[in-house]
């Protein structure tokens, strides 16, 4: 079973919003957090969004600080995390991934290295 998967992605058009999903199976335990990086065309993945699994801190890029909301829903060894992305801009256009770190809860795990799990990822497109 793929311990990360997410869904929800899609063709918008710009000022829409989306609701992405991440359903964690079996690795959400302890400390933990689930996070959204995004990756467009011919640029490096970059960190978006990060919440703790305990307490629910969240931490989000300045480019998206604002307009995204994440969220978590846990049920003992398996959560979902849920990315809102309100005023969507072509600019937001990326695959997304989810991704899971068992990090400290005071740790701000916002590079790609911090994350040991990682989704497929999915597309989401926003044209002008």
């Known amino acids: 079973q793929v311990p990360l998967v997410e869904s929800g992605g899609g063709l918008v058009q710009a000022g829409d919003s989306l609701k992405l999903s991440c359903a964690a199976s079996k690795i959400t335990f302890g400390d933990f957090k689930m996070g959204w990086f995004r990756q467009a065309p011919g640029k490096e993945r970059e960190f978006v969004a990060g919440?703790?699994?305990?307490?629910?801190?969240?931490?989000?890029a300045d480019s998206v600080e604002g307009r995204f909301t994440i969220s978590i829903a846990r049920q003992n060894v398996d959560s979902t995390s849920y990315l809102q992305m309100n005023g969507l801009k072509p600019e937001d256009t990326a695959v997304y991934y989810c991704a899971v770190t068992h990090r400290p809860d005071w740790y701000s795990a916002r590079g790609r290295g911090d994350y040991s799990y990682w989704g497929e990822g999915t597309q989401v497109t926003v044209s002008s």
């Open positions: 919440i703790s699994g305990r307490l629910k801190t969240t931490y989000y």
